[in-house]
């Protein structure tokens, strides 16, 4: 699922891949087999899984596709469909989106904070 997201906009590279890699390496999953085996208009059929376990899925589909920046309408669409595959609300989708924003943002700040103020 997370390599169809990438493949949903052509402007991913590197650093989208890597990022799948280690999520695959990390669930024991072949990544070179996956990578090789999974095409960019792969579906999967409704699933029954934890909610837990779907908003975690989808919050890595959302990282991915907003790693450059912009989360591009093919991404958001593939992301909307799974999600409604995995029983989880649309409405649901955006606040993952928001806190995976604000999460990245205490990222950037805590980064600043440990490199230290100019002014300081």
């Known amino acids: 699922m997370l390599i169809t ?22 669930m024991g999953v072949n990544y070179e ?6 095409g960019k208009d792969f579906e999967i059929g409704t699933q029954t899984v934890s909610r837990l376990t ?7 589909a959302i990282a991915i596709a907003a790693m450059d920046g912009n989360l591009s309408l093919p991404e958001k669409f593939k992301i909307y469909t799974y999600a409604k595959k995995l029983d989880i609300p649309r409405t649901d ?3 993952l989106e928001l806190l995976i924003g604000k999460a990245k943002e205490l990222d950037r700040q805590w980064e600043e904070l440990v490199a230290g103020h100019p002014d300081g």
């Open 54 to 60: 779907a908003l975690r899925v989808l919050k890595d």
């Open 33 to 38: 087999h996956a990578l090789k085996e999974t």
């Open 93 to 95: 989708v955006d606040a």
């Open 5 to 26: 997201i990438a493949r949903a906009n052509r402007h991913n590279g590197p650093p989208e891949y890597r990022f799948i890699r280690k999520q695959a390496i990390g």
